[in-house]
């Protein structure tokens, strides 16, 4: 059973830096590509937004573009956990951040919500100005 646990998410000022991890088990985690989304709403998971996204072995990420620079998503395969450094947080940056776990084995990264089967539970972020 695929399990994806996300923690780190919490409050803090505009500027300030958080960093969140998944711990992930149930699965060959080294296979599959995974990334992070967000929902800023109370919403569907259908308003989800891609934010970063990282390859099997870690050397190709993508982020969205209201991210670059800010952000750095990595993993440790040999500790099943991704994680998400956020710095220089703005007050958009606000909302319940998920990690994801590919649906096909060796597939590539993506910041498409449907290359993505397992979700964890999330973690909430607020930034304040």
């Known amino acids: 059973q695929v399990q994806l646990v996300t923690s780190g998410g919490g409050s803090v000022l505009a500027g300030g830096s958080l960093r969140l991890s998944c711990a992930a088990s149930?699965?060959?985690?080294?296979?599959?590509?995974m990334a992070w989304f967000r929902r800023a709403s109370e919403k569907e998971r259908e308003e989800v937004e891609g934010v970063a996204t990282i390859s099997t072995d870690g050397s190709t990420t993508y982020y969205a573009d209201s991210v670059k620079g800010r952000f750095t998503i990595s993993r440790d395969n040999t500790k099943n956990t991704l994680y998400l450094q956020m710095n220089s947080l703005k007050p958009e940056d606000s909302g319940r951040y998920y990690c994801?776990?590919?649906?096909?084995?060796?597939?590539?990264?993506?910041?498409?919500?449907?290359?993505?089967?397992?979700w964890g539970q999330g973690t909430q972020v607020t930034v304040s100005s």
């Open positions: 994801a776990a590919g649906s096909r084995r060796f597939g590539p990264p993506s910041l498409t919500r449907s290359a993505y089967s397992d």
């Open positions: 149930g699965f060959t985690y080294s296979d599959y590509s």
